[in-house]
């Protein structure tokens, strides 16, 4: 189903660089107040997402360059190209919130359990 609403070039964002539903709604409320330098608590309460959760997902934002964290706060630092990227998929994203999430969610649901992982290393 999400392949029907999803442009590829957006899946394969979301695949590359989305991990949870969090980091999505993270990236996005910065993205929409480029000039804002948010904190942690704020972008968790903005998002209801744990402070946790927030912090796991800005962290990763960072690490793949889409935001940059300065004085404890954060702001956007994305290239024009991903800043219509980000815009694409705010659109999809704003129309099409249940097939985004399942792309999401299907990451989780296709990487291996703790156990299964154990397993494989046992197995060497």
Not at 5 to 23: M, N, T
Not at 86 to 111: C, F, G, K, M, W
Request: net charge negative.
């Amino acid at each position: 189903m999400a392949a029907q609403y999803v442009p590829g070039e957006v899946r394969d964002f979301i695949l590359k660089y989305i991990a949870s539903v969090a980091q999505i709604e993270a990236l996005l409320l910065i993205w929409s107040n480029p000039g804002e330098h948010w904190g942690v608590t704020e972008i968790a309460a903005r998002i209801y997402a744990s402070e946790t959760e927030t912090a796991k997902a800005l962290e990763r934002l960072s690490v793949d360059g889409f935001v940059l964290c300065t004085n404890g706060g954060f702001r956007l630092n994305a290239s024009a190209e991903n800043i219509d990227m980000i815009r694409r998929l705010q659109e999809v994203y704003a129309r099409h919130l249940i097939p985004v999430t399942d792309i999401i969610h299907s990451l989780s649901r296709n990487a291996p359990s703790t156990a299964e992982t154990f397993q494989r290393q046992e197995d060497r």
